[in-house]
């Protein structure tokens, strides 16, 4: 009887640990489809620099946005990312934003393309941490201690921010044309005159 009474107990202990972890699972379920929200993809390469498009559609800014192109034939996850970046080995390729607004942004990657995948990190508006594989899974990393140590693990420890591509708009673009046809034209009256 009482080797059942012990089973027993183990075995509801167990069950209230499994449930603990579904229900936390659970909790973060909402946030993680939220994290999902943020999609990066490359558009090209220019003058050595690889192109980005940065899709924010999480509904919040985002701070501590980290992509890194990552040389791998299959899936990256946040517990195999470390590995590809030994200690004093290749220097990670990277485009880093503290903030990243809601809408389309564009940034570059510095370094030669290899035909790299793109995994991201960053928080979301509450400060929890996320990666997002290139597969597009999502995985929670926690606080930002813990995106700190993985950092380190990845020789990371100081990141620089990264600019922002500019595109001209319509507008601009118009006003750079006036302004040529302006000089040009200053330029014939001149030779005219001489």
Same mark, same amino acid.
């Given at each position: 009887?009482?080797?059942?009474?012990?089973?027993?107990?183990?075995?509801?202990?167990?069950?209230?640990?499994?449930?603990?972890? %579904? !229900?936390?699972? *659970? #909790?973060?379920?909402? @946030?993680? =489809?939220?994290?999902?929200? /943020?999609? +990066?993809?490359?558009?090209?390469?220019?003058?050595?620099?690889?192109? %980005? !498009?940065?899709? *924010? #559609?999480?509904?919040? @800014?985002? =701070?501590?946005?980290?992509? /890194?192109? +990552?040389?791998?034939?299959?899936?990256?996850?946040?517990?195999?990312?470390?590995?590809?970046?030994?200690?004093?080995?290749?220097?990670?390729?990277?485009?880093?934003?503290?903030? +990243?607004?809601?809408?389309?942004?564009?940034?570059?990657?510095?370094?030669?393309?290899?035909?790299?995948?793109?995994?991201?990190?960053?928080?979301?508006?509450?400060?929890?941490?996320?990666?997002?594989?290139?597969?597009?899974?999502?995985?929670?990393?926690?606080?930002?201690?813990?995106?700190?140590?993985?950092?380190?693990?990845?020789?990371?420890?100081?990141?620089?921010?990264?600019?922002?591509?500019?595109?001209?708009?319509?507008?601009?673009?118009?006003?750079?044309?006036?302004?040529?046809?302006?000089?040009?034209?200053?330029?014939?009256?001149?030779?005219?005159?001489?």
């Amino acid at each position: 009887m009482a080797s059942d009474n012990s089973s027993l107990k183990k075995k509801n202990s167990r069950l209230a640990k499994e449930n603990q972890a %579904l !229900k936390q699972a *659970n #909790q973060d379920l909402p @946030a993680a =489809s939220a994290a999902a929200g /943020l999609n +990066v993809w490359e558009t090209e390469e220019k003058s050595g620099k690889l192109q %980005l !498009k940065i899709d *924010n #559609q999480t509904g919040q @800014a985002v =701070s501590d946005l980290l992509v /890194l192109a +990552v040389a791998a034939n299959g899936r990256i996850t946040l517990n195999s990312l470390p590995s590809y970046f030994p200690v004093g080995g290749a220097k990670s390729r990277y485009f880093y934003r503290k903030k +990243v607004a809601i809408g389309k942004t564009e940034g570059s990657l510095t370094g030669a393309y290899a035909g790299s995948d793109m995994v991201c990190l960053f928080a979301d508006a509450s400060g929890v941490y996320w990666f997002k594989g290139n597969r597009g899974q999502i995985e929670k990393i926690g606080s930002q201690a813990h995106f700190k140590k993985l950092l380190r693990q990845i020789s990371l420890n100081k990141l620089e921010e990264s600019p922002l591509l500019v595109k001209k708009t319509k507008t601009e673009k118009k006003k750079m044309s006036k302004k040529t046809t302006k000089k040009t034209d200053k330029q014939s009256s001149k030779k005219k005159a001489e």
